[in-house]
């Protein structure tokens, strides 16, 4: 699915602003504040019904205003499709696909795909385990409607196993009574392996795709990969062993702390340049590069799951690349449906000749 136009009235620093996405590569520039990074980032909330910087809606809310409105124009090539994501502080959020409400905002998911760069992200998703853990769970929501259902009730069960914990911990004795817990370990084992199934299987589709594009950007020999820390198995029921004895060894450290010390919320990816963890041994440029190349791959990834190629959106990704990393990212752009780009500069003569352009000074 291509998205075609974009409506915002209000959002973020726009009162009201359309934009026509007539050519499939897009390269939106201005200088910087007027609001390009806010462009990708609601065209990113009509895929996964939130923001993909991290935010809170009402954070989004202009100043003086009491809402926000996304609306856009899709096509699959065969139908146009009317999507909305609507945020107001007195009736919360709402996401309508062609006028309809759905009756969850989390239900847009799979609707309107895209895959979001951000210089932001680098040093956040590269340094942060749970901006590692969130960089993989959009990724596989978007692609699985299973995958989605099993984190949203994983993370219900987690905030109820907490309370629990918490509770008594301000009490007299401290552990849960273990036939009160056992309900709630029962759950976690069990959606807690799915979760690192459908989370190592990604990452063996990922894994090749992402070392090819790093490999077409990086000096001869260079060599990223990936790796998942949380778990050392490979199937559902040793995922659901380890699990449950992971809960039984450490029932008393959560006892005394008051929160869930073992689960899918707890693990990590970690990053590699030949074989030495990325954000600790890479320079910058090597971190900017890993994460494009991530996304990069995320795109096919989500293209081998579903069978239809998902928006590429480039925030202001050709900073601070040399002459020719940009030359390969330009070429690989070429190689998606769409592509929607910043940059706070006028496009040269070899961007020019891959994007139409979209000037914010006008």
């Known amino acids: 699915m291509r998205i075609r136009e974009l409506t915002l009235r209000p959002f973020r620093n726009f009162a009201a602003i359309r934009l026509s996405f007539a050519a499939d590569h897009v390269l939106i520039f201005g200088p910087n504040g007027r609001g390009k990074s806010n462009i990708l980032e609601a065209i990113s909330y009509l895929s996964i019904g939130k923001s993909v910087r991290g935010a809170?809606?009402?954070?989004?809310v202009p100043h003086g205003e009491d809402f926000f409105d996304i609306r856009a124009l899709c096509t699959d090539g065969?139908?146009?499709q009317q999507l909305r994501v609507f945020y107001s502080k007195k009736e919360g959020k709402k996401a309508f696909v062609d006028a309809s409400?759905?009756?969850?905002?989390s239900e847009l998911l799979g609707t309107f795909r895209t895959?979001?760069?951000s210089p932001e992200d680098v040093s956040l998703v590269l340094r942060f385990p749970a901006q590692r853990r969130r960089l993989l769970d959009i990724l596989i929501a978007q692609s699985s409607v299973a995958y989605l259902r099993y984190m949203q009730r994983y993370y219900r069960v987690l905030a109820q196993r907490n309370?629990?914990?918490?509770?008594?911990k301000k009490s007299s004795h401290g552990l849960v009574d273990s036939q009160v817990m056992e309900p709630w370990n029962a759950q976690l084992v069990d959606l807690g392996a799915q979760l690192r199934l459908h989370r190592l299987d990604a990452l063996n589709k990922l894994s090749a795709p992402f070392a090819r594009y790093y490999g077409r950007f990086a000096l001869a020999g260079e060599e990223a990969g990936v790796v998942y820390q949380g778990t050392k198995e490979q199937d559902l029921e040793a995922f659901r062993v380890e699990l449950r004895g992971s809960l039984s060894r450490r029932r008393e450290q959560e006892a005394q702390i008051g929160h869930t010390l073992c689960g899918p919320h707890r693990d990590d990816l970690k990053f590699t340049l030949d074989k030495e963890q990325a954000d600790i041994y890479a320079s910058e440029g090597q971190l900017r590069t890993v994460l494009i190349s991530w996304k990069l791959a995320e795109a096919r990834y989500m293209e081998e799951q579903t069978g239809r190629q998902p928006v590429l959106l480039l925030d202001d990704a050709f900073s601070e690349l040399d002459s020719g990393r940009i030359g390969e990212l330009l070429v690989i752009v070429g190689e998606f449906e769409q592509v929607i780009a910043t940059s706070p500069q006028e496009p040269n003569t070899r961007q020019a000749a891959r994007f139409e352009s979209i000037d914010l000074q006008k």
Not at 56 to 60: Q, Y
Request: cysteine-free.
């Open 101 to 105: 409400s759905l009756p969850r905002v």
């Open 115 to 117: 895959v979001h760069f």
């Open 56 to 60: 809170k809606d009402r954070h989004v």
């Open 163 to 168: 309370h629990l914990l918490r509770t008594a």
């Open 78 to 80: 065969r139908r146009d």
